[in-house]
Every structure is written in structure tokens, then in C-alpha cells.
């Protein structure tokens, strides 16, 4: 797949399909690492409970993608890297976040070109977050 000339979107959050395609991918996401035994790992960092995870990613994922900023409204600066300090995050970690989520956005039909773009970003971001060695 090769990234093409810029898209007639102003935002990515517009090119995804605005706010209910942004809340589909998030449950995907959550859903996925519930249910596939290759997100063990990722699950395992998170507690029992996702439904906090699920609705901050939500409002944070809005603002990322250059919409609504209902994380920044509401928390201030996202400061992710410091708000991932409590979960030891390692390259095992980071990479099945990194194919969780890619596979939500193939799953929940982000168009190809949009998501080999975001599956870039989430590299970086992802990457940043890493707090121990392996
Ligand atoms: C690299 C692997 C990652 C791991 C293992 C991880 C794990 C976690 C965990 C355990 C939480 C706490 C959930 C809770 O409060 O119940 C969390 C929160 C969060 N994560 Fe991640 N995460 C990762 C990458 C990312 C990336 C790449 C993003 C953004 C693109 C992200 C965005 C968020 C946000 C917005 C929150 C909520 C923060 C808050 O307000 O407390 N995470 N993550």
C-alpha cells in the first residue's frame, strides 16, 4: 500500500467519518483486547474494569484526529506519557496496542490510506510510551 496525494479532508477525524466512527473503533479496540488471547499481555496492564479506558480514549481519540477536544476540555493537557507511567509498558506491550488497534480500524472499516497513516502515528505515540527495558 502506498500513501497518495493528501485527501479532500480537512481532519483526519472528518476522513474517518466524525465522532461515531471514532466511539466504533474505540469499543472494537476495548472489545478485542477482551476477547483475543494475543492481547494478553496488553490486558493484563489494564484493571478489571475498561469502561474508563474505553470513555477517555473516546474524547482523547477526538482531539488527536483534529476534532471535538472533549479530553483537553475535560483533564487538560492529555500528558500521556507521564499517565502511562503506573503500567509497565515494553515493546510486548506496545506492540500488541499497536495490532489491537490496527486491527479495529481494519475491522471497523477506516479506509486503507487513513489507517496506514494512523498506524504510523500510533507507532510514535505508542514507542513514546514505553517505561521498561523489554
Ligand atoms: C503502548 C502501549 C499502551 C499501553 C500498554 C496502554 C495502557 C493503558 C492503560 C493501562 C491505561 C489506563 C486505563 C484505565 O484508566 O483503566 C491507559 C489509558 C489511556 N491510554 Fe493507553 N496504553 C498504550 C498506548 C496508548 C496510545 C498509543 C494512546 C493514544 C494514541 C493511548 C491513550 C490513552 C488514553 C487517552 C488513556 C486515558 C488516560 C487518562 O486520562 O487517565 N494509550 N492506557
Redesign the pocket.
Known sequence: MQIQDKPPFDTPFEWIGGEARVYALVERFYDLMDLEPGYAA?RA???S??S??RQ??F???CG?LGGPQH?TER?GH?M?RA??LP?P?GIL??D???AC?DQAMGETGVPDDLRLRLRQS?FQ???W??NKGV
Do not use: C, K, S
Request: proline content about 3%; aromatic content about 24%; cysteine-free.
Open positions: 496488553l496492564v489494564h484493571g474494569d475498561l474508563n479506558a477517555r480514549l474524547w482523547f481519540l488527536w479530553y483533564f492529555p500521556l499517565r502511562h503500567f509498558i506491550e506496545r500488541q496496542w499497536l488497534m500510533f505515540t505508542g514507542d510510551m514505553r
